[in-house]
Each structure stands twice: as structure tokens, then as C-alpha cells.
């Protein structure tokens, strides 16, 4: 069964501080892993999309790792702010045509930075 | 670009009520996505159009549901009766194929609530 399980649920850090948050799939066939920031109140926005053959890939203060032998993943925070503060959410696509077809959403871990 | 517009933002009803959700896709963009959030399931996918065709309408719950088209720059999806078990966030998303490195754009959804 295809699924894509997140951890952990929630976290707390205080600002300034790194996090990493995990992301665990069985989705087969893989074609790329995306994560995904959503504020409260608004649409999941892109940070990072990896294909099979890349292991890291960053975007600011936020690194994705990937290691696809395990199928697993990681976004790491640096430095939080206040405004990392949302859910984070790991999809990953099994369709190697047209990918958005066929994601496979984890439940996302709700991140809270604190001052 | 405004990005993709969702209308409304918020909806109450009340059950076997008729509920209209419309989107607005970013310009050129060639397909489009009805998404449904809610607590225990997170984000599934309900339908998905390419250059206005649906593809794919196997995450439809039942036929009270449907979406419609009928042109590549508006969509709506349509329940009918509402019930109760409706009441979640529904996105709606836009992309332009890009060969697996497709990024979704998600409006900031339509809350709705079946009293």
C-alpha cells in the first residue's frame, strides 16, 4: 500500500533554534518527493521538489535530504524564525509521465517556533 | 499574477443544502486540481483536469459530488445534497506540465461547514 507517514505529529523550538522533521514512504514506483509549507488559514506552498537521483537540495534556511534506498526523507529548518511557524507536509509522486496525478500526501507535522 | 482564486472563503449550510465551490487557475496553467482537508485524513484528492478534461474523478466520495470545467480559467465544484461529513477545507490547485517537475499552486481554500 502506498502511504507516506510523517514525524513527528507536532513540534515546539524556540526561535533560533534547527529542527528536522522526517518523512517515511512505500510509494512505488518513485518519481519525486515534494515538501510543502501551509500557514493556518491558507493553500500548501512549494519549498522543495527532489527526483531520484538527488539526494539534497536546499531553499534558503530550509535542506531536504533524500535517500531513496531507504525511502526516506528530511526537511531541516535553520535558524527558526517566528514565520516557520505552520504544517509541513512530505508528497510523494509514483507517476513518472504526469506526476501530480498520482501524490500521495503524508499528515504534515505542525511546527511551532516560540520567542 | 493573483495566483489561483477560490470563492468563497468561508461557507456554512445547512444539510441537503446545494454548495458551489469556484476556482480561478493561474493563467496558462494546463491542469487543475479539487483537493478536500480535513484532521484525519489530511489532503486527498477528489478530481483532477488537463486542458479542462477530467482525468481523474476517482477520489469523488459519492455522486453528491461534482466538479465541472467549462473553461481554462474557471471550475466549480458542486455538492448535492451537502451533509455534515462534507463540512472540510477544499483546495483548489493549478500547474503547467513540466515533465515531473511540476509545481502545485493551491488557493487558499474554501472552508466549509454542513450544519
Keep these: 500500500k502506498n502511504q507516506v507517514e510523517q514525524s513527528p505529529q507536532s513540534l515546539i523550538i524556540l526561535e533560533g533554534k534547527n529542527c528536522t522533521l522526517q518523512c517515511n514512504y512505500t510509494v512505488s514506483p518513485f518519481s519525486n518527493l515534494r515538501w510543502y509549507k501551509q500557514d493556518t488559514g491558507r493553500g500548501p506552498v512549494s519549498l522543495t521538489i527532489m527526483t531520484f537521483s538527488e539526494n539534497t537540495k536546499s531553499n534558503g534556511r530550509y535542506t531536504a535530504t533524500l535517500d531513496a534506498d531507504t525511502k526516506q526523507s528530511s526537511l531541516h529548518i535553520t535558524a527558526s524564525q517566528l514565520s516557520d511557524s505552520a504544517s509541513y507536509i512530505c508528497v510523494v509522486s509514483s507517476d513518472r509521465g504526469s506526476t501530480l496525478g498520482r501524490l500521495y500526501f503524508g499528515r504534515g507535522t505542525q511546527l511551532t517556533v516560540w520567542p | ?115
Design chain 2, 1 to 115: 499574477d493573483a495566483g489561483v482564486i477560490q470563492s468563497p472563503r468561508h461557507e456554512v449550510t445547512e444539510m441537503g443544502q446545494e454548495v458551489t465551490l469556484r476556482c480561478k487557475p493561474i493563467s496558462g496553467h494546463d491542469y487543475l486540481f479539487w483537493y478536500r482537508q480535513t484532521m484525519m485524513r489530511g489532503l486527498e484528492l477528489l478530481i483532477y483536469f488537463n486542458n479542462n478534461v477530467p482525468i481523474d474523478d476517482s477520489g469523488m466520495p459519492e455522486d453528491r459530488f461534482s466538479a465541472k470545467m467549462p473553461n481554462a480559467s474557471f471550475s466549480t465544484l458542486k455538492i448535492q445534497p451537502s451533509e455534515p461529513r462534507d463540512s472540510a477545507v477544499y483546495f483548489c490547485a493549478s500547474s503547467f506540465h513540466d515533465r515531473g517537475h511540476e509545481k502545485l499552486f493551491f488557493g487558499s481554500g474554501t472552508q466549509l461547514s454542513v450544519l
